[in-house]
């Protein structure tokens, strides 16, 4: 058990770039979740896995957001045209169905300039 | 719809005295789980401990026990024996049980254990 993985720690872009972060859940979960953190907030929900199938969406999640679990295994998050207001930090987490805890990644950090 | 509220912004303790940080909640669902996490500097959201709305006796693990007082709707974090290494942000979360929903979180305490 090598935990939640996500890659980068930390990436700086320009207004107007596309983003696209990496998180590798706990072998064997099959739900994944994607949150987004905002400096003295607590993490909001963004979207949701279960296995390959992406469940649910907030409404935070803009078109310019999406997100991919191909074959159930690791997820993506891609944002596109960058905007200051997506600064904030990104946080993956994993669970198994039938087990309330999940477990959480260090998270990305994402500075748009 | 889910709520969680966290009045104290930040809180002071003293190494080896306990803590109680506030948990206040708000939900339609007849059944749910109430979580603390910890966040520390680095990011990582580590899990604390966890209370079912319908277990019968306040959940504990280790120097942490959750103070759970359900006609009240409050789920208060006890932090015994203080450590330095506690430092950090505290966030109280919910969600229904059962089900893969999202979990709500609150907006955080921040913690600073002092010699």
């Known amino acids: ?113 | 719809a889910q709520k969680i509220t966290q009045t104290q912004p930040g809180m002071f303790v003293q190494e080896k005295e306990a803590v109680t940080l506030d948990c206040t909640y708000d939900t339609s669902d007849q059944s749910y789980g109430l979580f603390w996490y910890k966040q520390p500097s680095s990011g990582e959201m580590i899990f604390l401990i966890y209370q079912g709305s319908y277990d019968e006796q306040n959940a504990t693990e280790g120097r942490y026990s959750l103070n759970f007082q359900k006609a009240r709707k409050s789920a208060n974090l006890v932090i015994s024996a203080s450590q330095l290494g506690d430092s950090a942000m505290y966030f109280c979360a919910m969600r229904p049980t059962g089900t893969a929903s999202k979990l709500t979180f609150g907006t955080g305490t921040r913690l600073q254990v002092t010699l």
């Open chain 1, 1 to 113: 058990d090598t935990g939640v993985s996500q890659n980068p720690r930390h990436k700086i872009t320009k207004r107007g770039q596309n983003v696209t972060f990496r998180c590798d859940p706990i072998s064997e979960h099959n739900r994944l979740y994607w949150y987004r953190q905002t400096l003295g907030q607590g993490p909001e929900f963004l979207t949701y896995f279960q296995n390959e199938a992406q469940l649910e969406k907030s409404r935070l999640l803009s078109d310019r957001f999406s997100a991919e679990r191909p074959k159930g295994s690791f997820s993506t998050l891609e944002i596109q045209r960058t905007e200051q207001g997506d600064s904030a930090m990104y946080l993956c987490a994993s669970s198994s169905a039938g087990r309330e805890k999940l477990f959480f990644g260090s998270g990305t950090q994402l500075s748009v300039l």
